[in-house]
């Protein structure tokens, strides 16, 4: 995809890419890295309905992201879809998966996104004032392409792992990214039990592989078991979304 872009957009007014919503969060926050540096304004949109479904949200998500592009001179955007026919538009770079239960996207630190009403009728100074906001991240990277057998092990966050089941010894591996409970707390019994995440943290060790843990709010109360993770050599990011943490590792190793 980035390699067609990069051909491609010298020749474009602006880049729409339409995606599916399972992993619009992921490819939302890589973007939101790559493709400032090719100088257009882009914008992610998908639907939770197929298009040819009469109750489906993608005509309305298209008109948005159509009207988001002709106003945006730079920065990259996603547009999410509603059951009650409205949309919300959020900046790429603080782009959440939704949570366990729902299909709505989110924004990390409960950011405001912007909003479209089912008939789009919206304030086009607010529209353009919440464009021009856009926290912009750019990494120059597209020197060279990507080798596409590298990759990120994601893990979520769920009651009885067991470590042992993971393969980390593969030479293509990036590095291991472990998310949190909602309290950044998990499983941090002795390194000698194989549902601790320092169980995995020796393991990752034993093969040169970095663990990240993500996310921790920096001003958050911190419980014994994540006070004792910090306390080892594990890297913890703070403050930034999972996604957004799997795209700069990913980013970073072109």
Not at 26 to 40: D, E, H, I, K, N
Request: include cysteine.
């Amino acid at each position: 995809l980035f390699d067609l872009l990069r051909r491609e957009a010298p020749h474009l007014d602006a880049l729409l890419i339409v995606t599916g919503t399972d992993t619009q969060a992921y490819l939302g926050q890589l973007c939101a890295r790559l493709l400032p540096a090719l100088g257009r304004p882009a914008a992610l949109v998908g639907s939770h309905r197929p298009p040819d479904d009469p109750l489906s949200d993608a005509p309305h998500n298209l008109s948005c992201a159509l009207r988001v592009l002709k106003i945006a001179a730079a920065g990259v955007f996603v547009v999410d879809g509603r059951s009650d026919r409205t949309a919300t538009l959020f900046y790429a770079s603080e782009i959440m998966s939704p949570s366990q239960g729902c299909d709505l996207l989110s924004s990390y630190g409960d950011r405001a996104p912007f909003l479209f009403d089912a008939t789009s009728c919206v304030d086009d100074d607010q529209l353009a004032a919440f464009v021009r906001a856009y926290p912009s991240l750019s990494h120059d990277l597209f020197a060279k392409s990507a080798d596409p057998r590298r990759f990120v092990l994601v893990l979520d966050a769920y009651v009885g792992a067991d470590y042992r089941a993971i393969d980390v010894s593969s030479p293509h591996l990036i590095a291991v990214l472990h998310r949190l409970y909602h309290s950044a707390t998990a499983c941090s019994l002795d390194s000698d039990c194989p549902q601790s995440l320092l169980f995995l943290q020796q393991r990752c060790a034993n093969h040169h592989k970095p663990l990240y843990l993500a996310p921790i709010c920096h001003n958050a109360p911190l419980y014994a078991s994540t006070k004792r993770l910090l306390a080892s050599d594990v890297h913890v990011i703070y403050d930034i979304p999972l996604e957004a943490v799997w795209a700069k590792l990913i980013a970073d190793d072109w």
